[in-house]
């Protein structure tokens, strides 16, 4: 088992996903798609944060663990940990 | 800028141009590709209209030059030429049959004559002249030939013959045969059955000398007439081919031309026969581009006056124009399969070229697959031209939306991530959260007893250390891939995931059709529809949303954690009586307020419009009442005409708003439940990617003997081969079709009507790639 934190993928991914869907449109070149792609980037920024976000709190608190098979669960205890 | 989010807007505009400049000034707006001409004579049919005999001419001119790809040739002095050239040959062809057919004769025949002069006589000694016939008949012919000679001689005959070989010049099997007859007179009776038969005779000699100069003769003629052909035949080949060098570009100006007939069809002729009125649709952004370009047609037929334009302001419907790229024009194309825009709504597309990959990946979700249809994207749009010259209609479907193919593998390597699915394998980057160790003593409650005695065991995150208390930080625990129960987690998150996106998707497609109402500055509808629908659906819906969220966020024991999909129904059903666990502490109050809350929408969705209305026409109708009263009866004939519309007009009304009350309630239930798909395909996807493993790849990488590599490299083949027909090919149609369903009916029925029709302009850019008239 390796211990993570809750906060620092939190902060990471959200921010990364702000600079793309709030930062990134301040920089796109004007021309006639401006709007166009401000509105892709915004839209792809909240789409990808959300599922993001869905799967980690999905499992931030499990009701019920894996089941595994003995021969897995031997092999996890002398390999992984 | 604006123009994509909404068709742009467009002006009817009238040009008078002068006859001669008509072609030329058409001719121009064709190139320009930007104006739709209006037709001017809506009722007449097709073969009343003023050019129709040229309409005519110009389909005739493209049903020849269609075939002229086998021997009709358009222009006169080519089409003679040609004829010329393929009589020419076919006489020339003939004389080497003929010539061959002797050359032959010649040679077998001289074996007759020898075996006829050494051999015995008996049979001829007696008479005269022997006379012979010697010529060449069809080989199925012979018998028959052979049976008639026997009747009419009654066997005082003798006849020879031999099969020619077949040569490669001919296809047909002849032979050659002599008959020997006494007497002279009976030729003439020999030479009517050769005709009857149509055999062909030919002179022969009759001693071997001369006959040996007779086939040295025939032996230079054929030499000669070998040489004519092979000349006679490349003639034909170099025109033909320089003819077919300007094919493509006659067959472009016949096109051209009857588009612009067409065209002309569609326009008002001026009582002097000098002037054209044309009514054309045009986007007022492109108004200085159209004047340009009938400037410049007029210049070029050198007449003074210069076309006008006349912009008019009408009541009609103006078609709908998106201007797109070759980047939007296909989502544009999805979109307008399902309805036409009306004119100047929320045009979806720009948000459809993000939610529609993005859906499509989610039900897709693996990351190997999408990296595999990123790479046949990217192969597409390097090779387009390429594909198009196939002509293939399935590969111009696929080229036609290699941006959408790109964007959904790109989207799909993400959801895969998430999934951590790639050809249904996990990735382990950060170290799964879940510990193995920690079940065991003296943490946990198993021993190695328990783990020989059982065959599955299954983790329990109450037990200190076996979660690590916080989740893996990028998508799915790698955990999951290997565990029994993969599916119950998998389930219940993806259903939870697909509900979540559904109302989002859902809200989004409300909040656009506040933007409807804004545009058109029908503020009544944004308090008359607009906040029932959000409010309706948020009460509801996205309290639903919260629950799910905020059940994953907060810490609960297993066996009282209350079942979310109970929780709603016993909210719908007012009923608190089972004591199944509340979420917190405040859960009957606030649902109880939601419940009514989404209750008293309803009507006010129903009614509040329909009595709005009902209640400013009573208003209109005193006021009409009252300048009835004022200027006296003028009015009174209207008035009678208004109120028996205005009285239907009520019930339509009603009607109409009852539906859509009912459809939109009923419509929230059903689209949120319709957006499970996104599980269920998800689900189907990773496990035919599962079974593709387990089944097929595993059992040769399992083989430990030394065939093992063969077998593998076979297995491998199929494996290939099944995951791009069935992974890629049908699930990506599948999921392809269910995310178009998804944004066609349940996004789209909150604020597109779609009901508009699409601006078709004349140009001829589209006419040649699509390779139809425009009509």
Known sequence: MVSHSLALPMICFTTLWALVGIVAPFFVPKGPNRGVVITSLILTAVCCWLFWLIAILAQANPLFGPQLKNETIWYLRYFWE | MDSFFRSEEMCLVQLFFQTESAHNCIDELGHLGLVQFKDLHPGTADFQRRFVKEVKKCEEMERILRKQLYFVTFFDKLEQELKEINSNRDTLRQNFTQLTEINHLLHMTDDFFVEGEAGSTIEMSSSSVHSFVAGVIKHERFPAFEKILWRLFHGNFVLRHAEIKPHQEENMEKDVFVVFVQGDQVRGKIRKLCDGFHASMYPCPNNAAARKEMRTNVNMRMEDLRLVLKRTEEFRVTTLTAAAANLREWTAKVKKMKAIYYTLNLCNIDITQKLIIAEIWCPVSDLSSVHAALIKGSEQTGSSVTPIMNRIHTQQTPPTFNRTNVFTSGFQNIIDAYGVGDYQ????????????????????????????????????????????????????????????????????????????????????????????????????????????????????????????????????????????????????????????????????????????????????????????????????????????LYKWCVVIKSDSAPSILLLFINMMFFDYSSNGAMLYKTQKPVQIFLVVVAGVMVPWLLFAKPLLMYREHKQSKLVNHLIRIIKGTLLQQKYQNDKGVCMENMGDIFVYQGIHTIEYCLGCISNTASYLRLWALSLAHAELSEVLWKMVLQVALRVTSGMGSVLLAVTFATFAVLTVTILLVMEGLSAFLHALRLHWVEFQNKFYQGSGYKFSPLSFDKMFITGTTEE
């Open chain 2, 345 to 548: 709504e929320i045009n979806p597309a720009p948000y459809t070229m993000v939610t529609f990959p993005f859906l499509f990946a989610v039900m897709f979700g693996d990351c190997g697959h999408g990296l595999l249809m990123t790479l046949l994207a990217v192969w597409l749009i390097l090779h387009e031209e390429h594909f198009r010259k196939l002509k293939n209609e399935l590969v111009d479907m696929l080229v036609s939306g290699r941006y959408i193919i790109l964007l959904m593998g790109i989207y799909s390597i993400y959801t895969g991530l998430i999934y951590n699915d790639c050809f249904s394998k996990s990735f382990n980057l950060f170290g799964s959260s879940w510990s193995v160790r920690h079940m065991f003593h003296p943490q946990g409650p198993w021993t190695n007893e328990t783990l020989h005695n059982s065959d599955y065991l299954q983790l329990d995150p109450l037990v200190s250390g076996v979660y690590s208390g916080n989740p893996y930080p990028f998508g799915i625990d790698p955990m999951w891939n290997i565990a029994l129960n993969k599916l119950l987690f998998l389930n219940s998150y993806k259903m939870k995931m697909s509900v979540i996106i559904g109302v989002v998707h859902m809200l989004f497609g409300v909040m656009l059709s506040l933007g409807n109402y804004i545009f058109f500055r029908n503020f009544k509808d944004v308090v008359l529809k607009f906040i029932p629908e959000l409010v309706f659906m948020l009460s509801l819906f996205g309290y639903l949303t919260f629950l799910i």
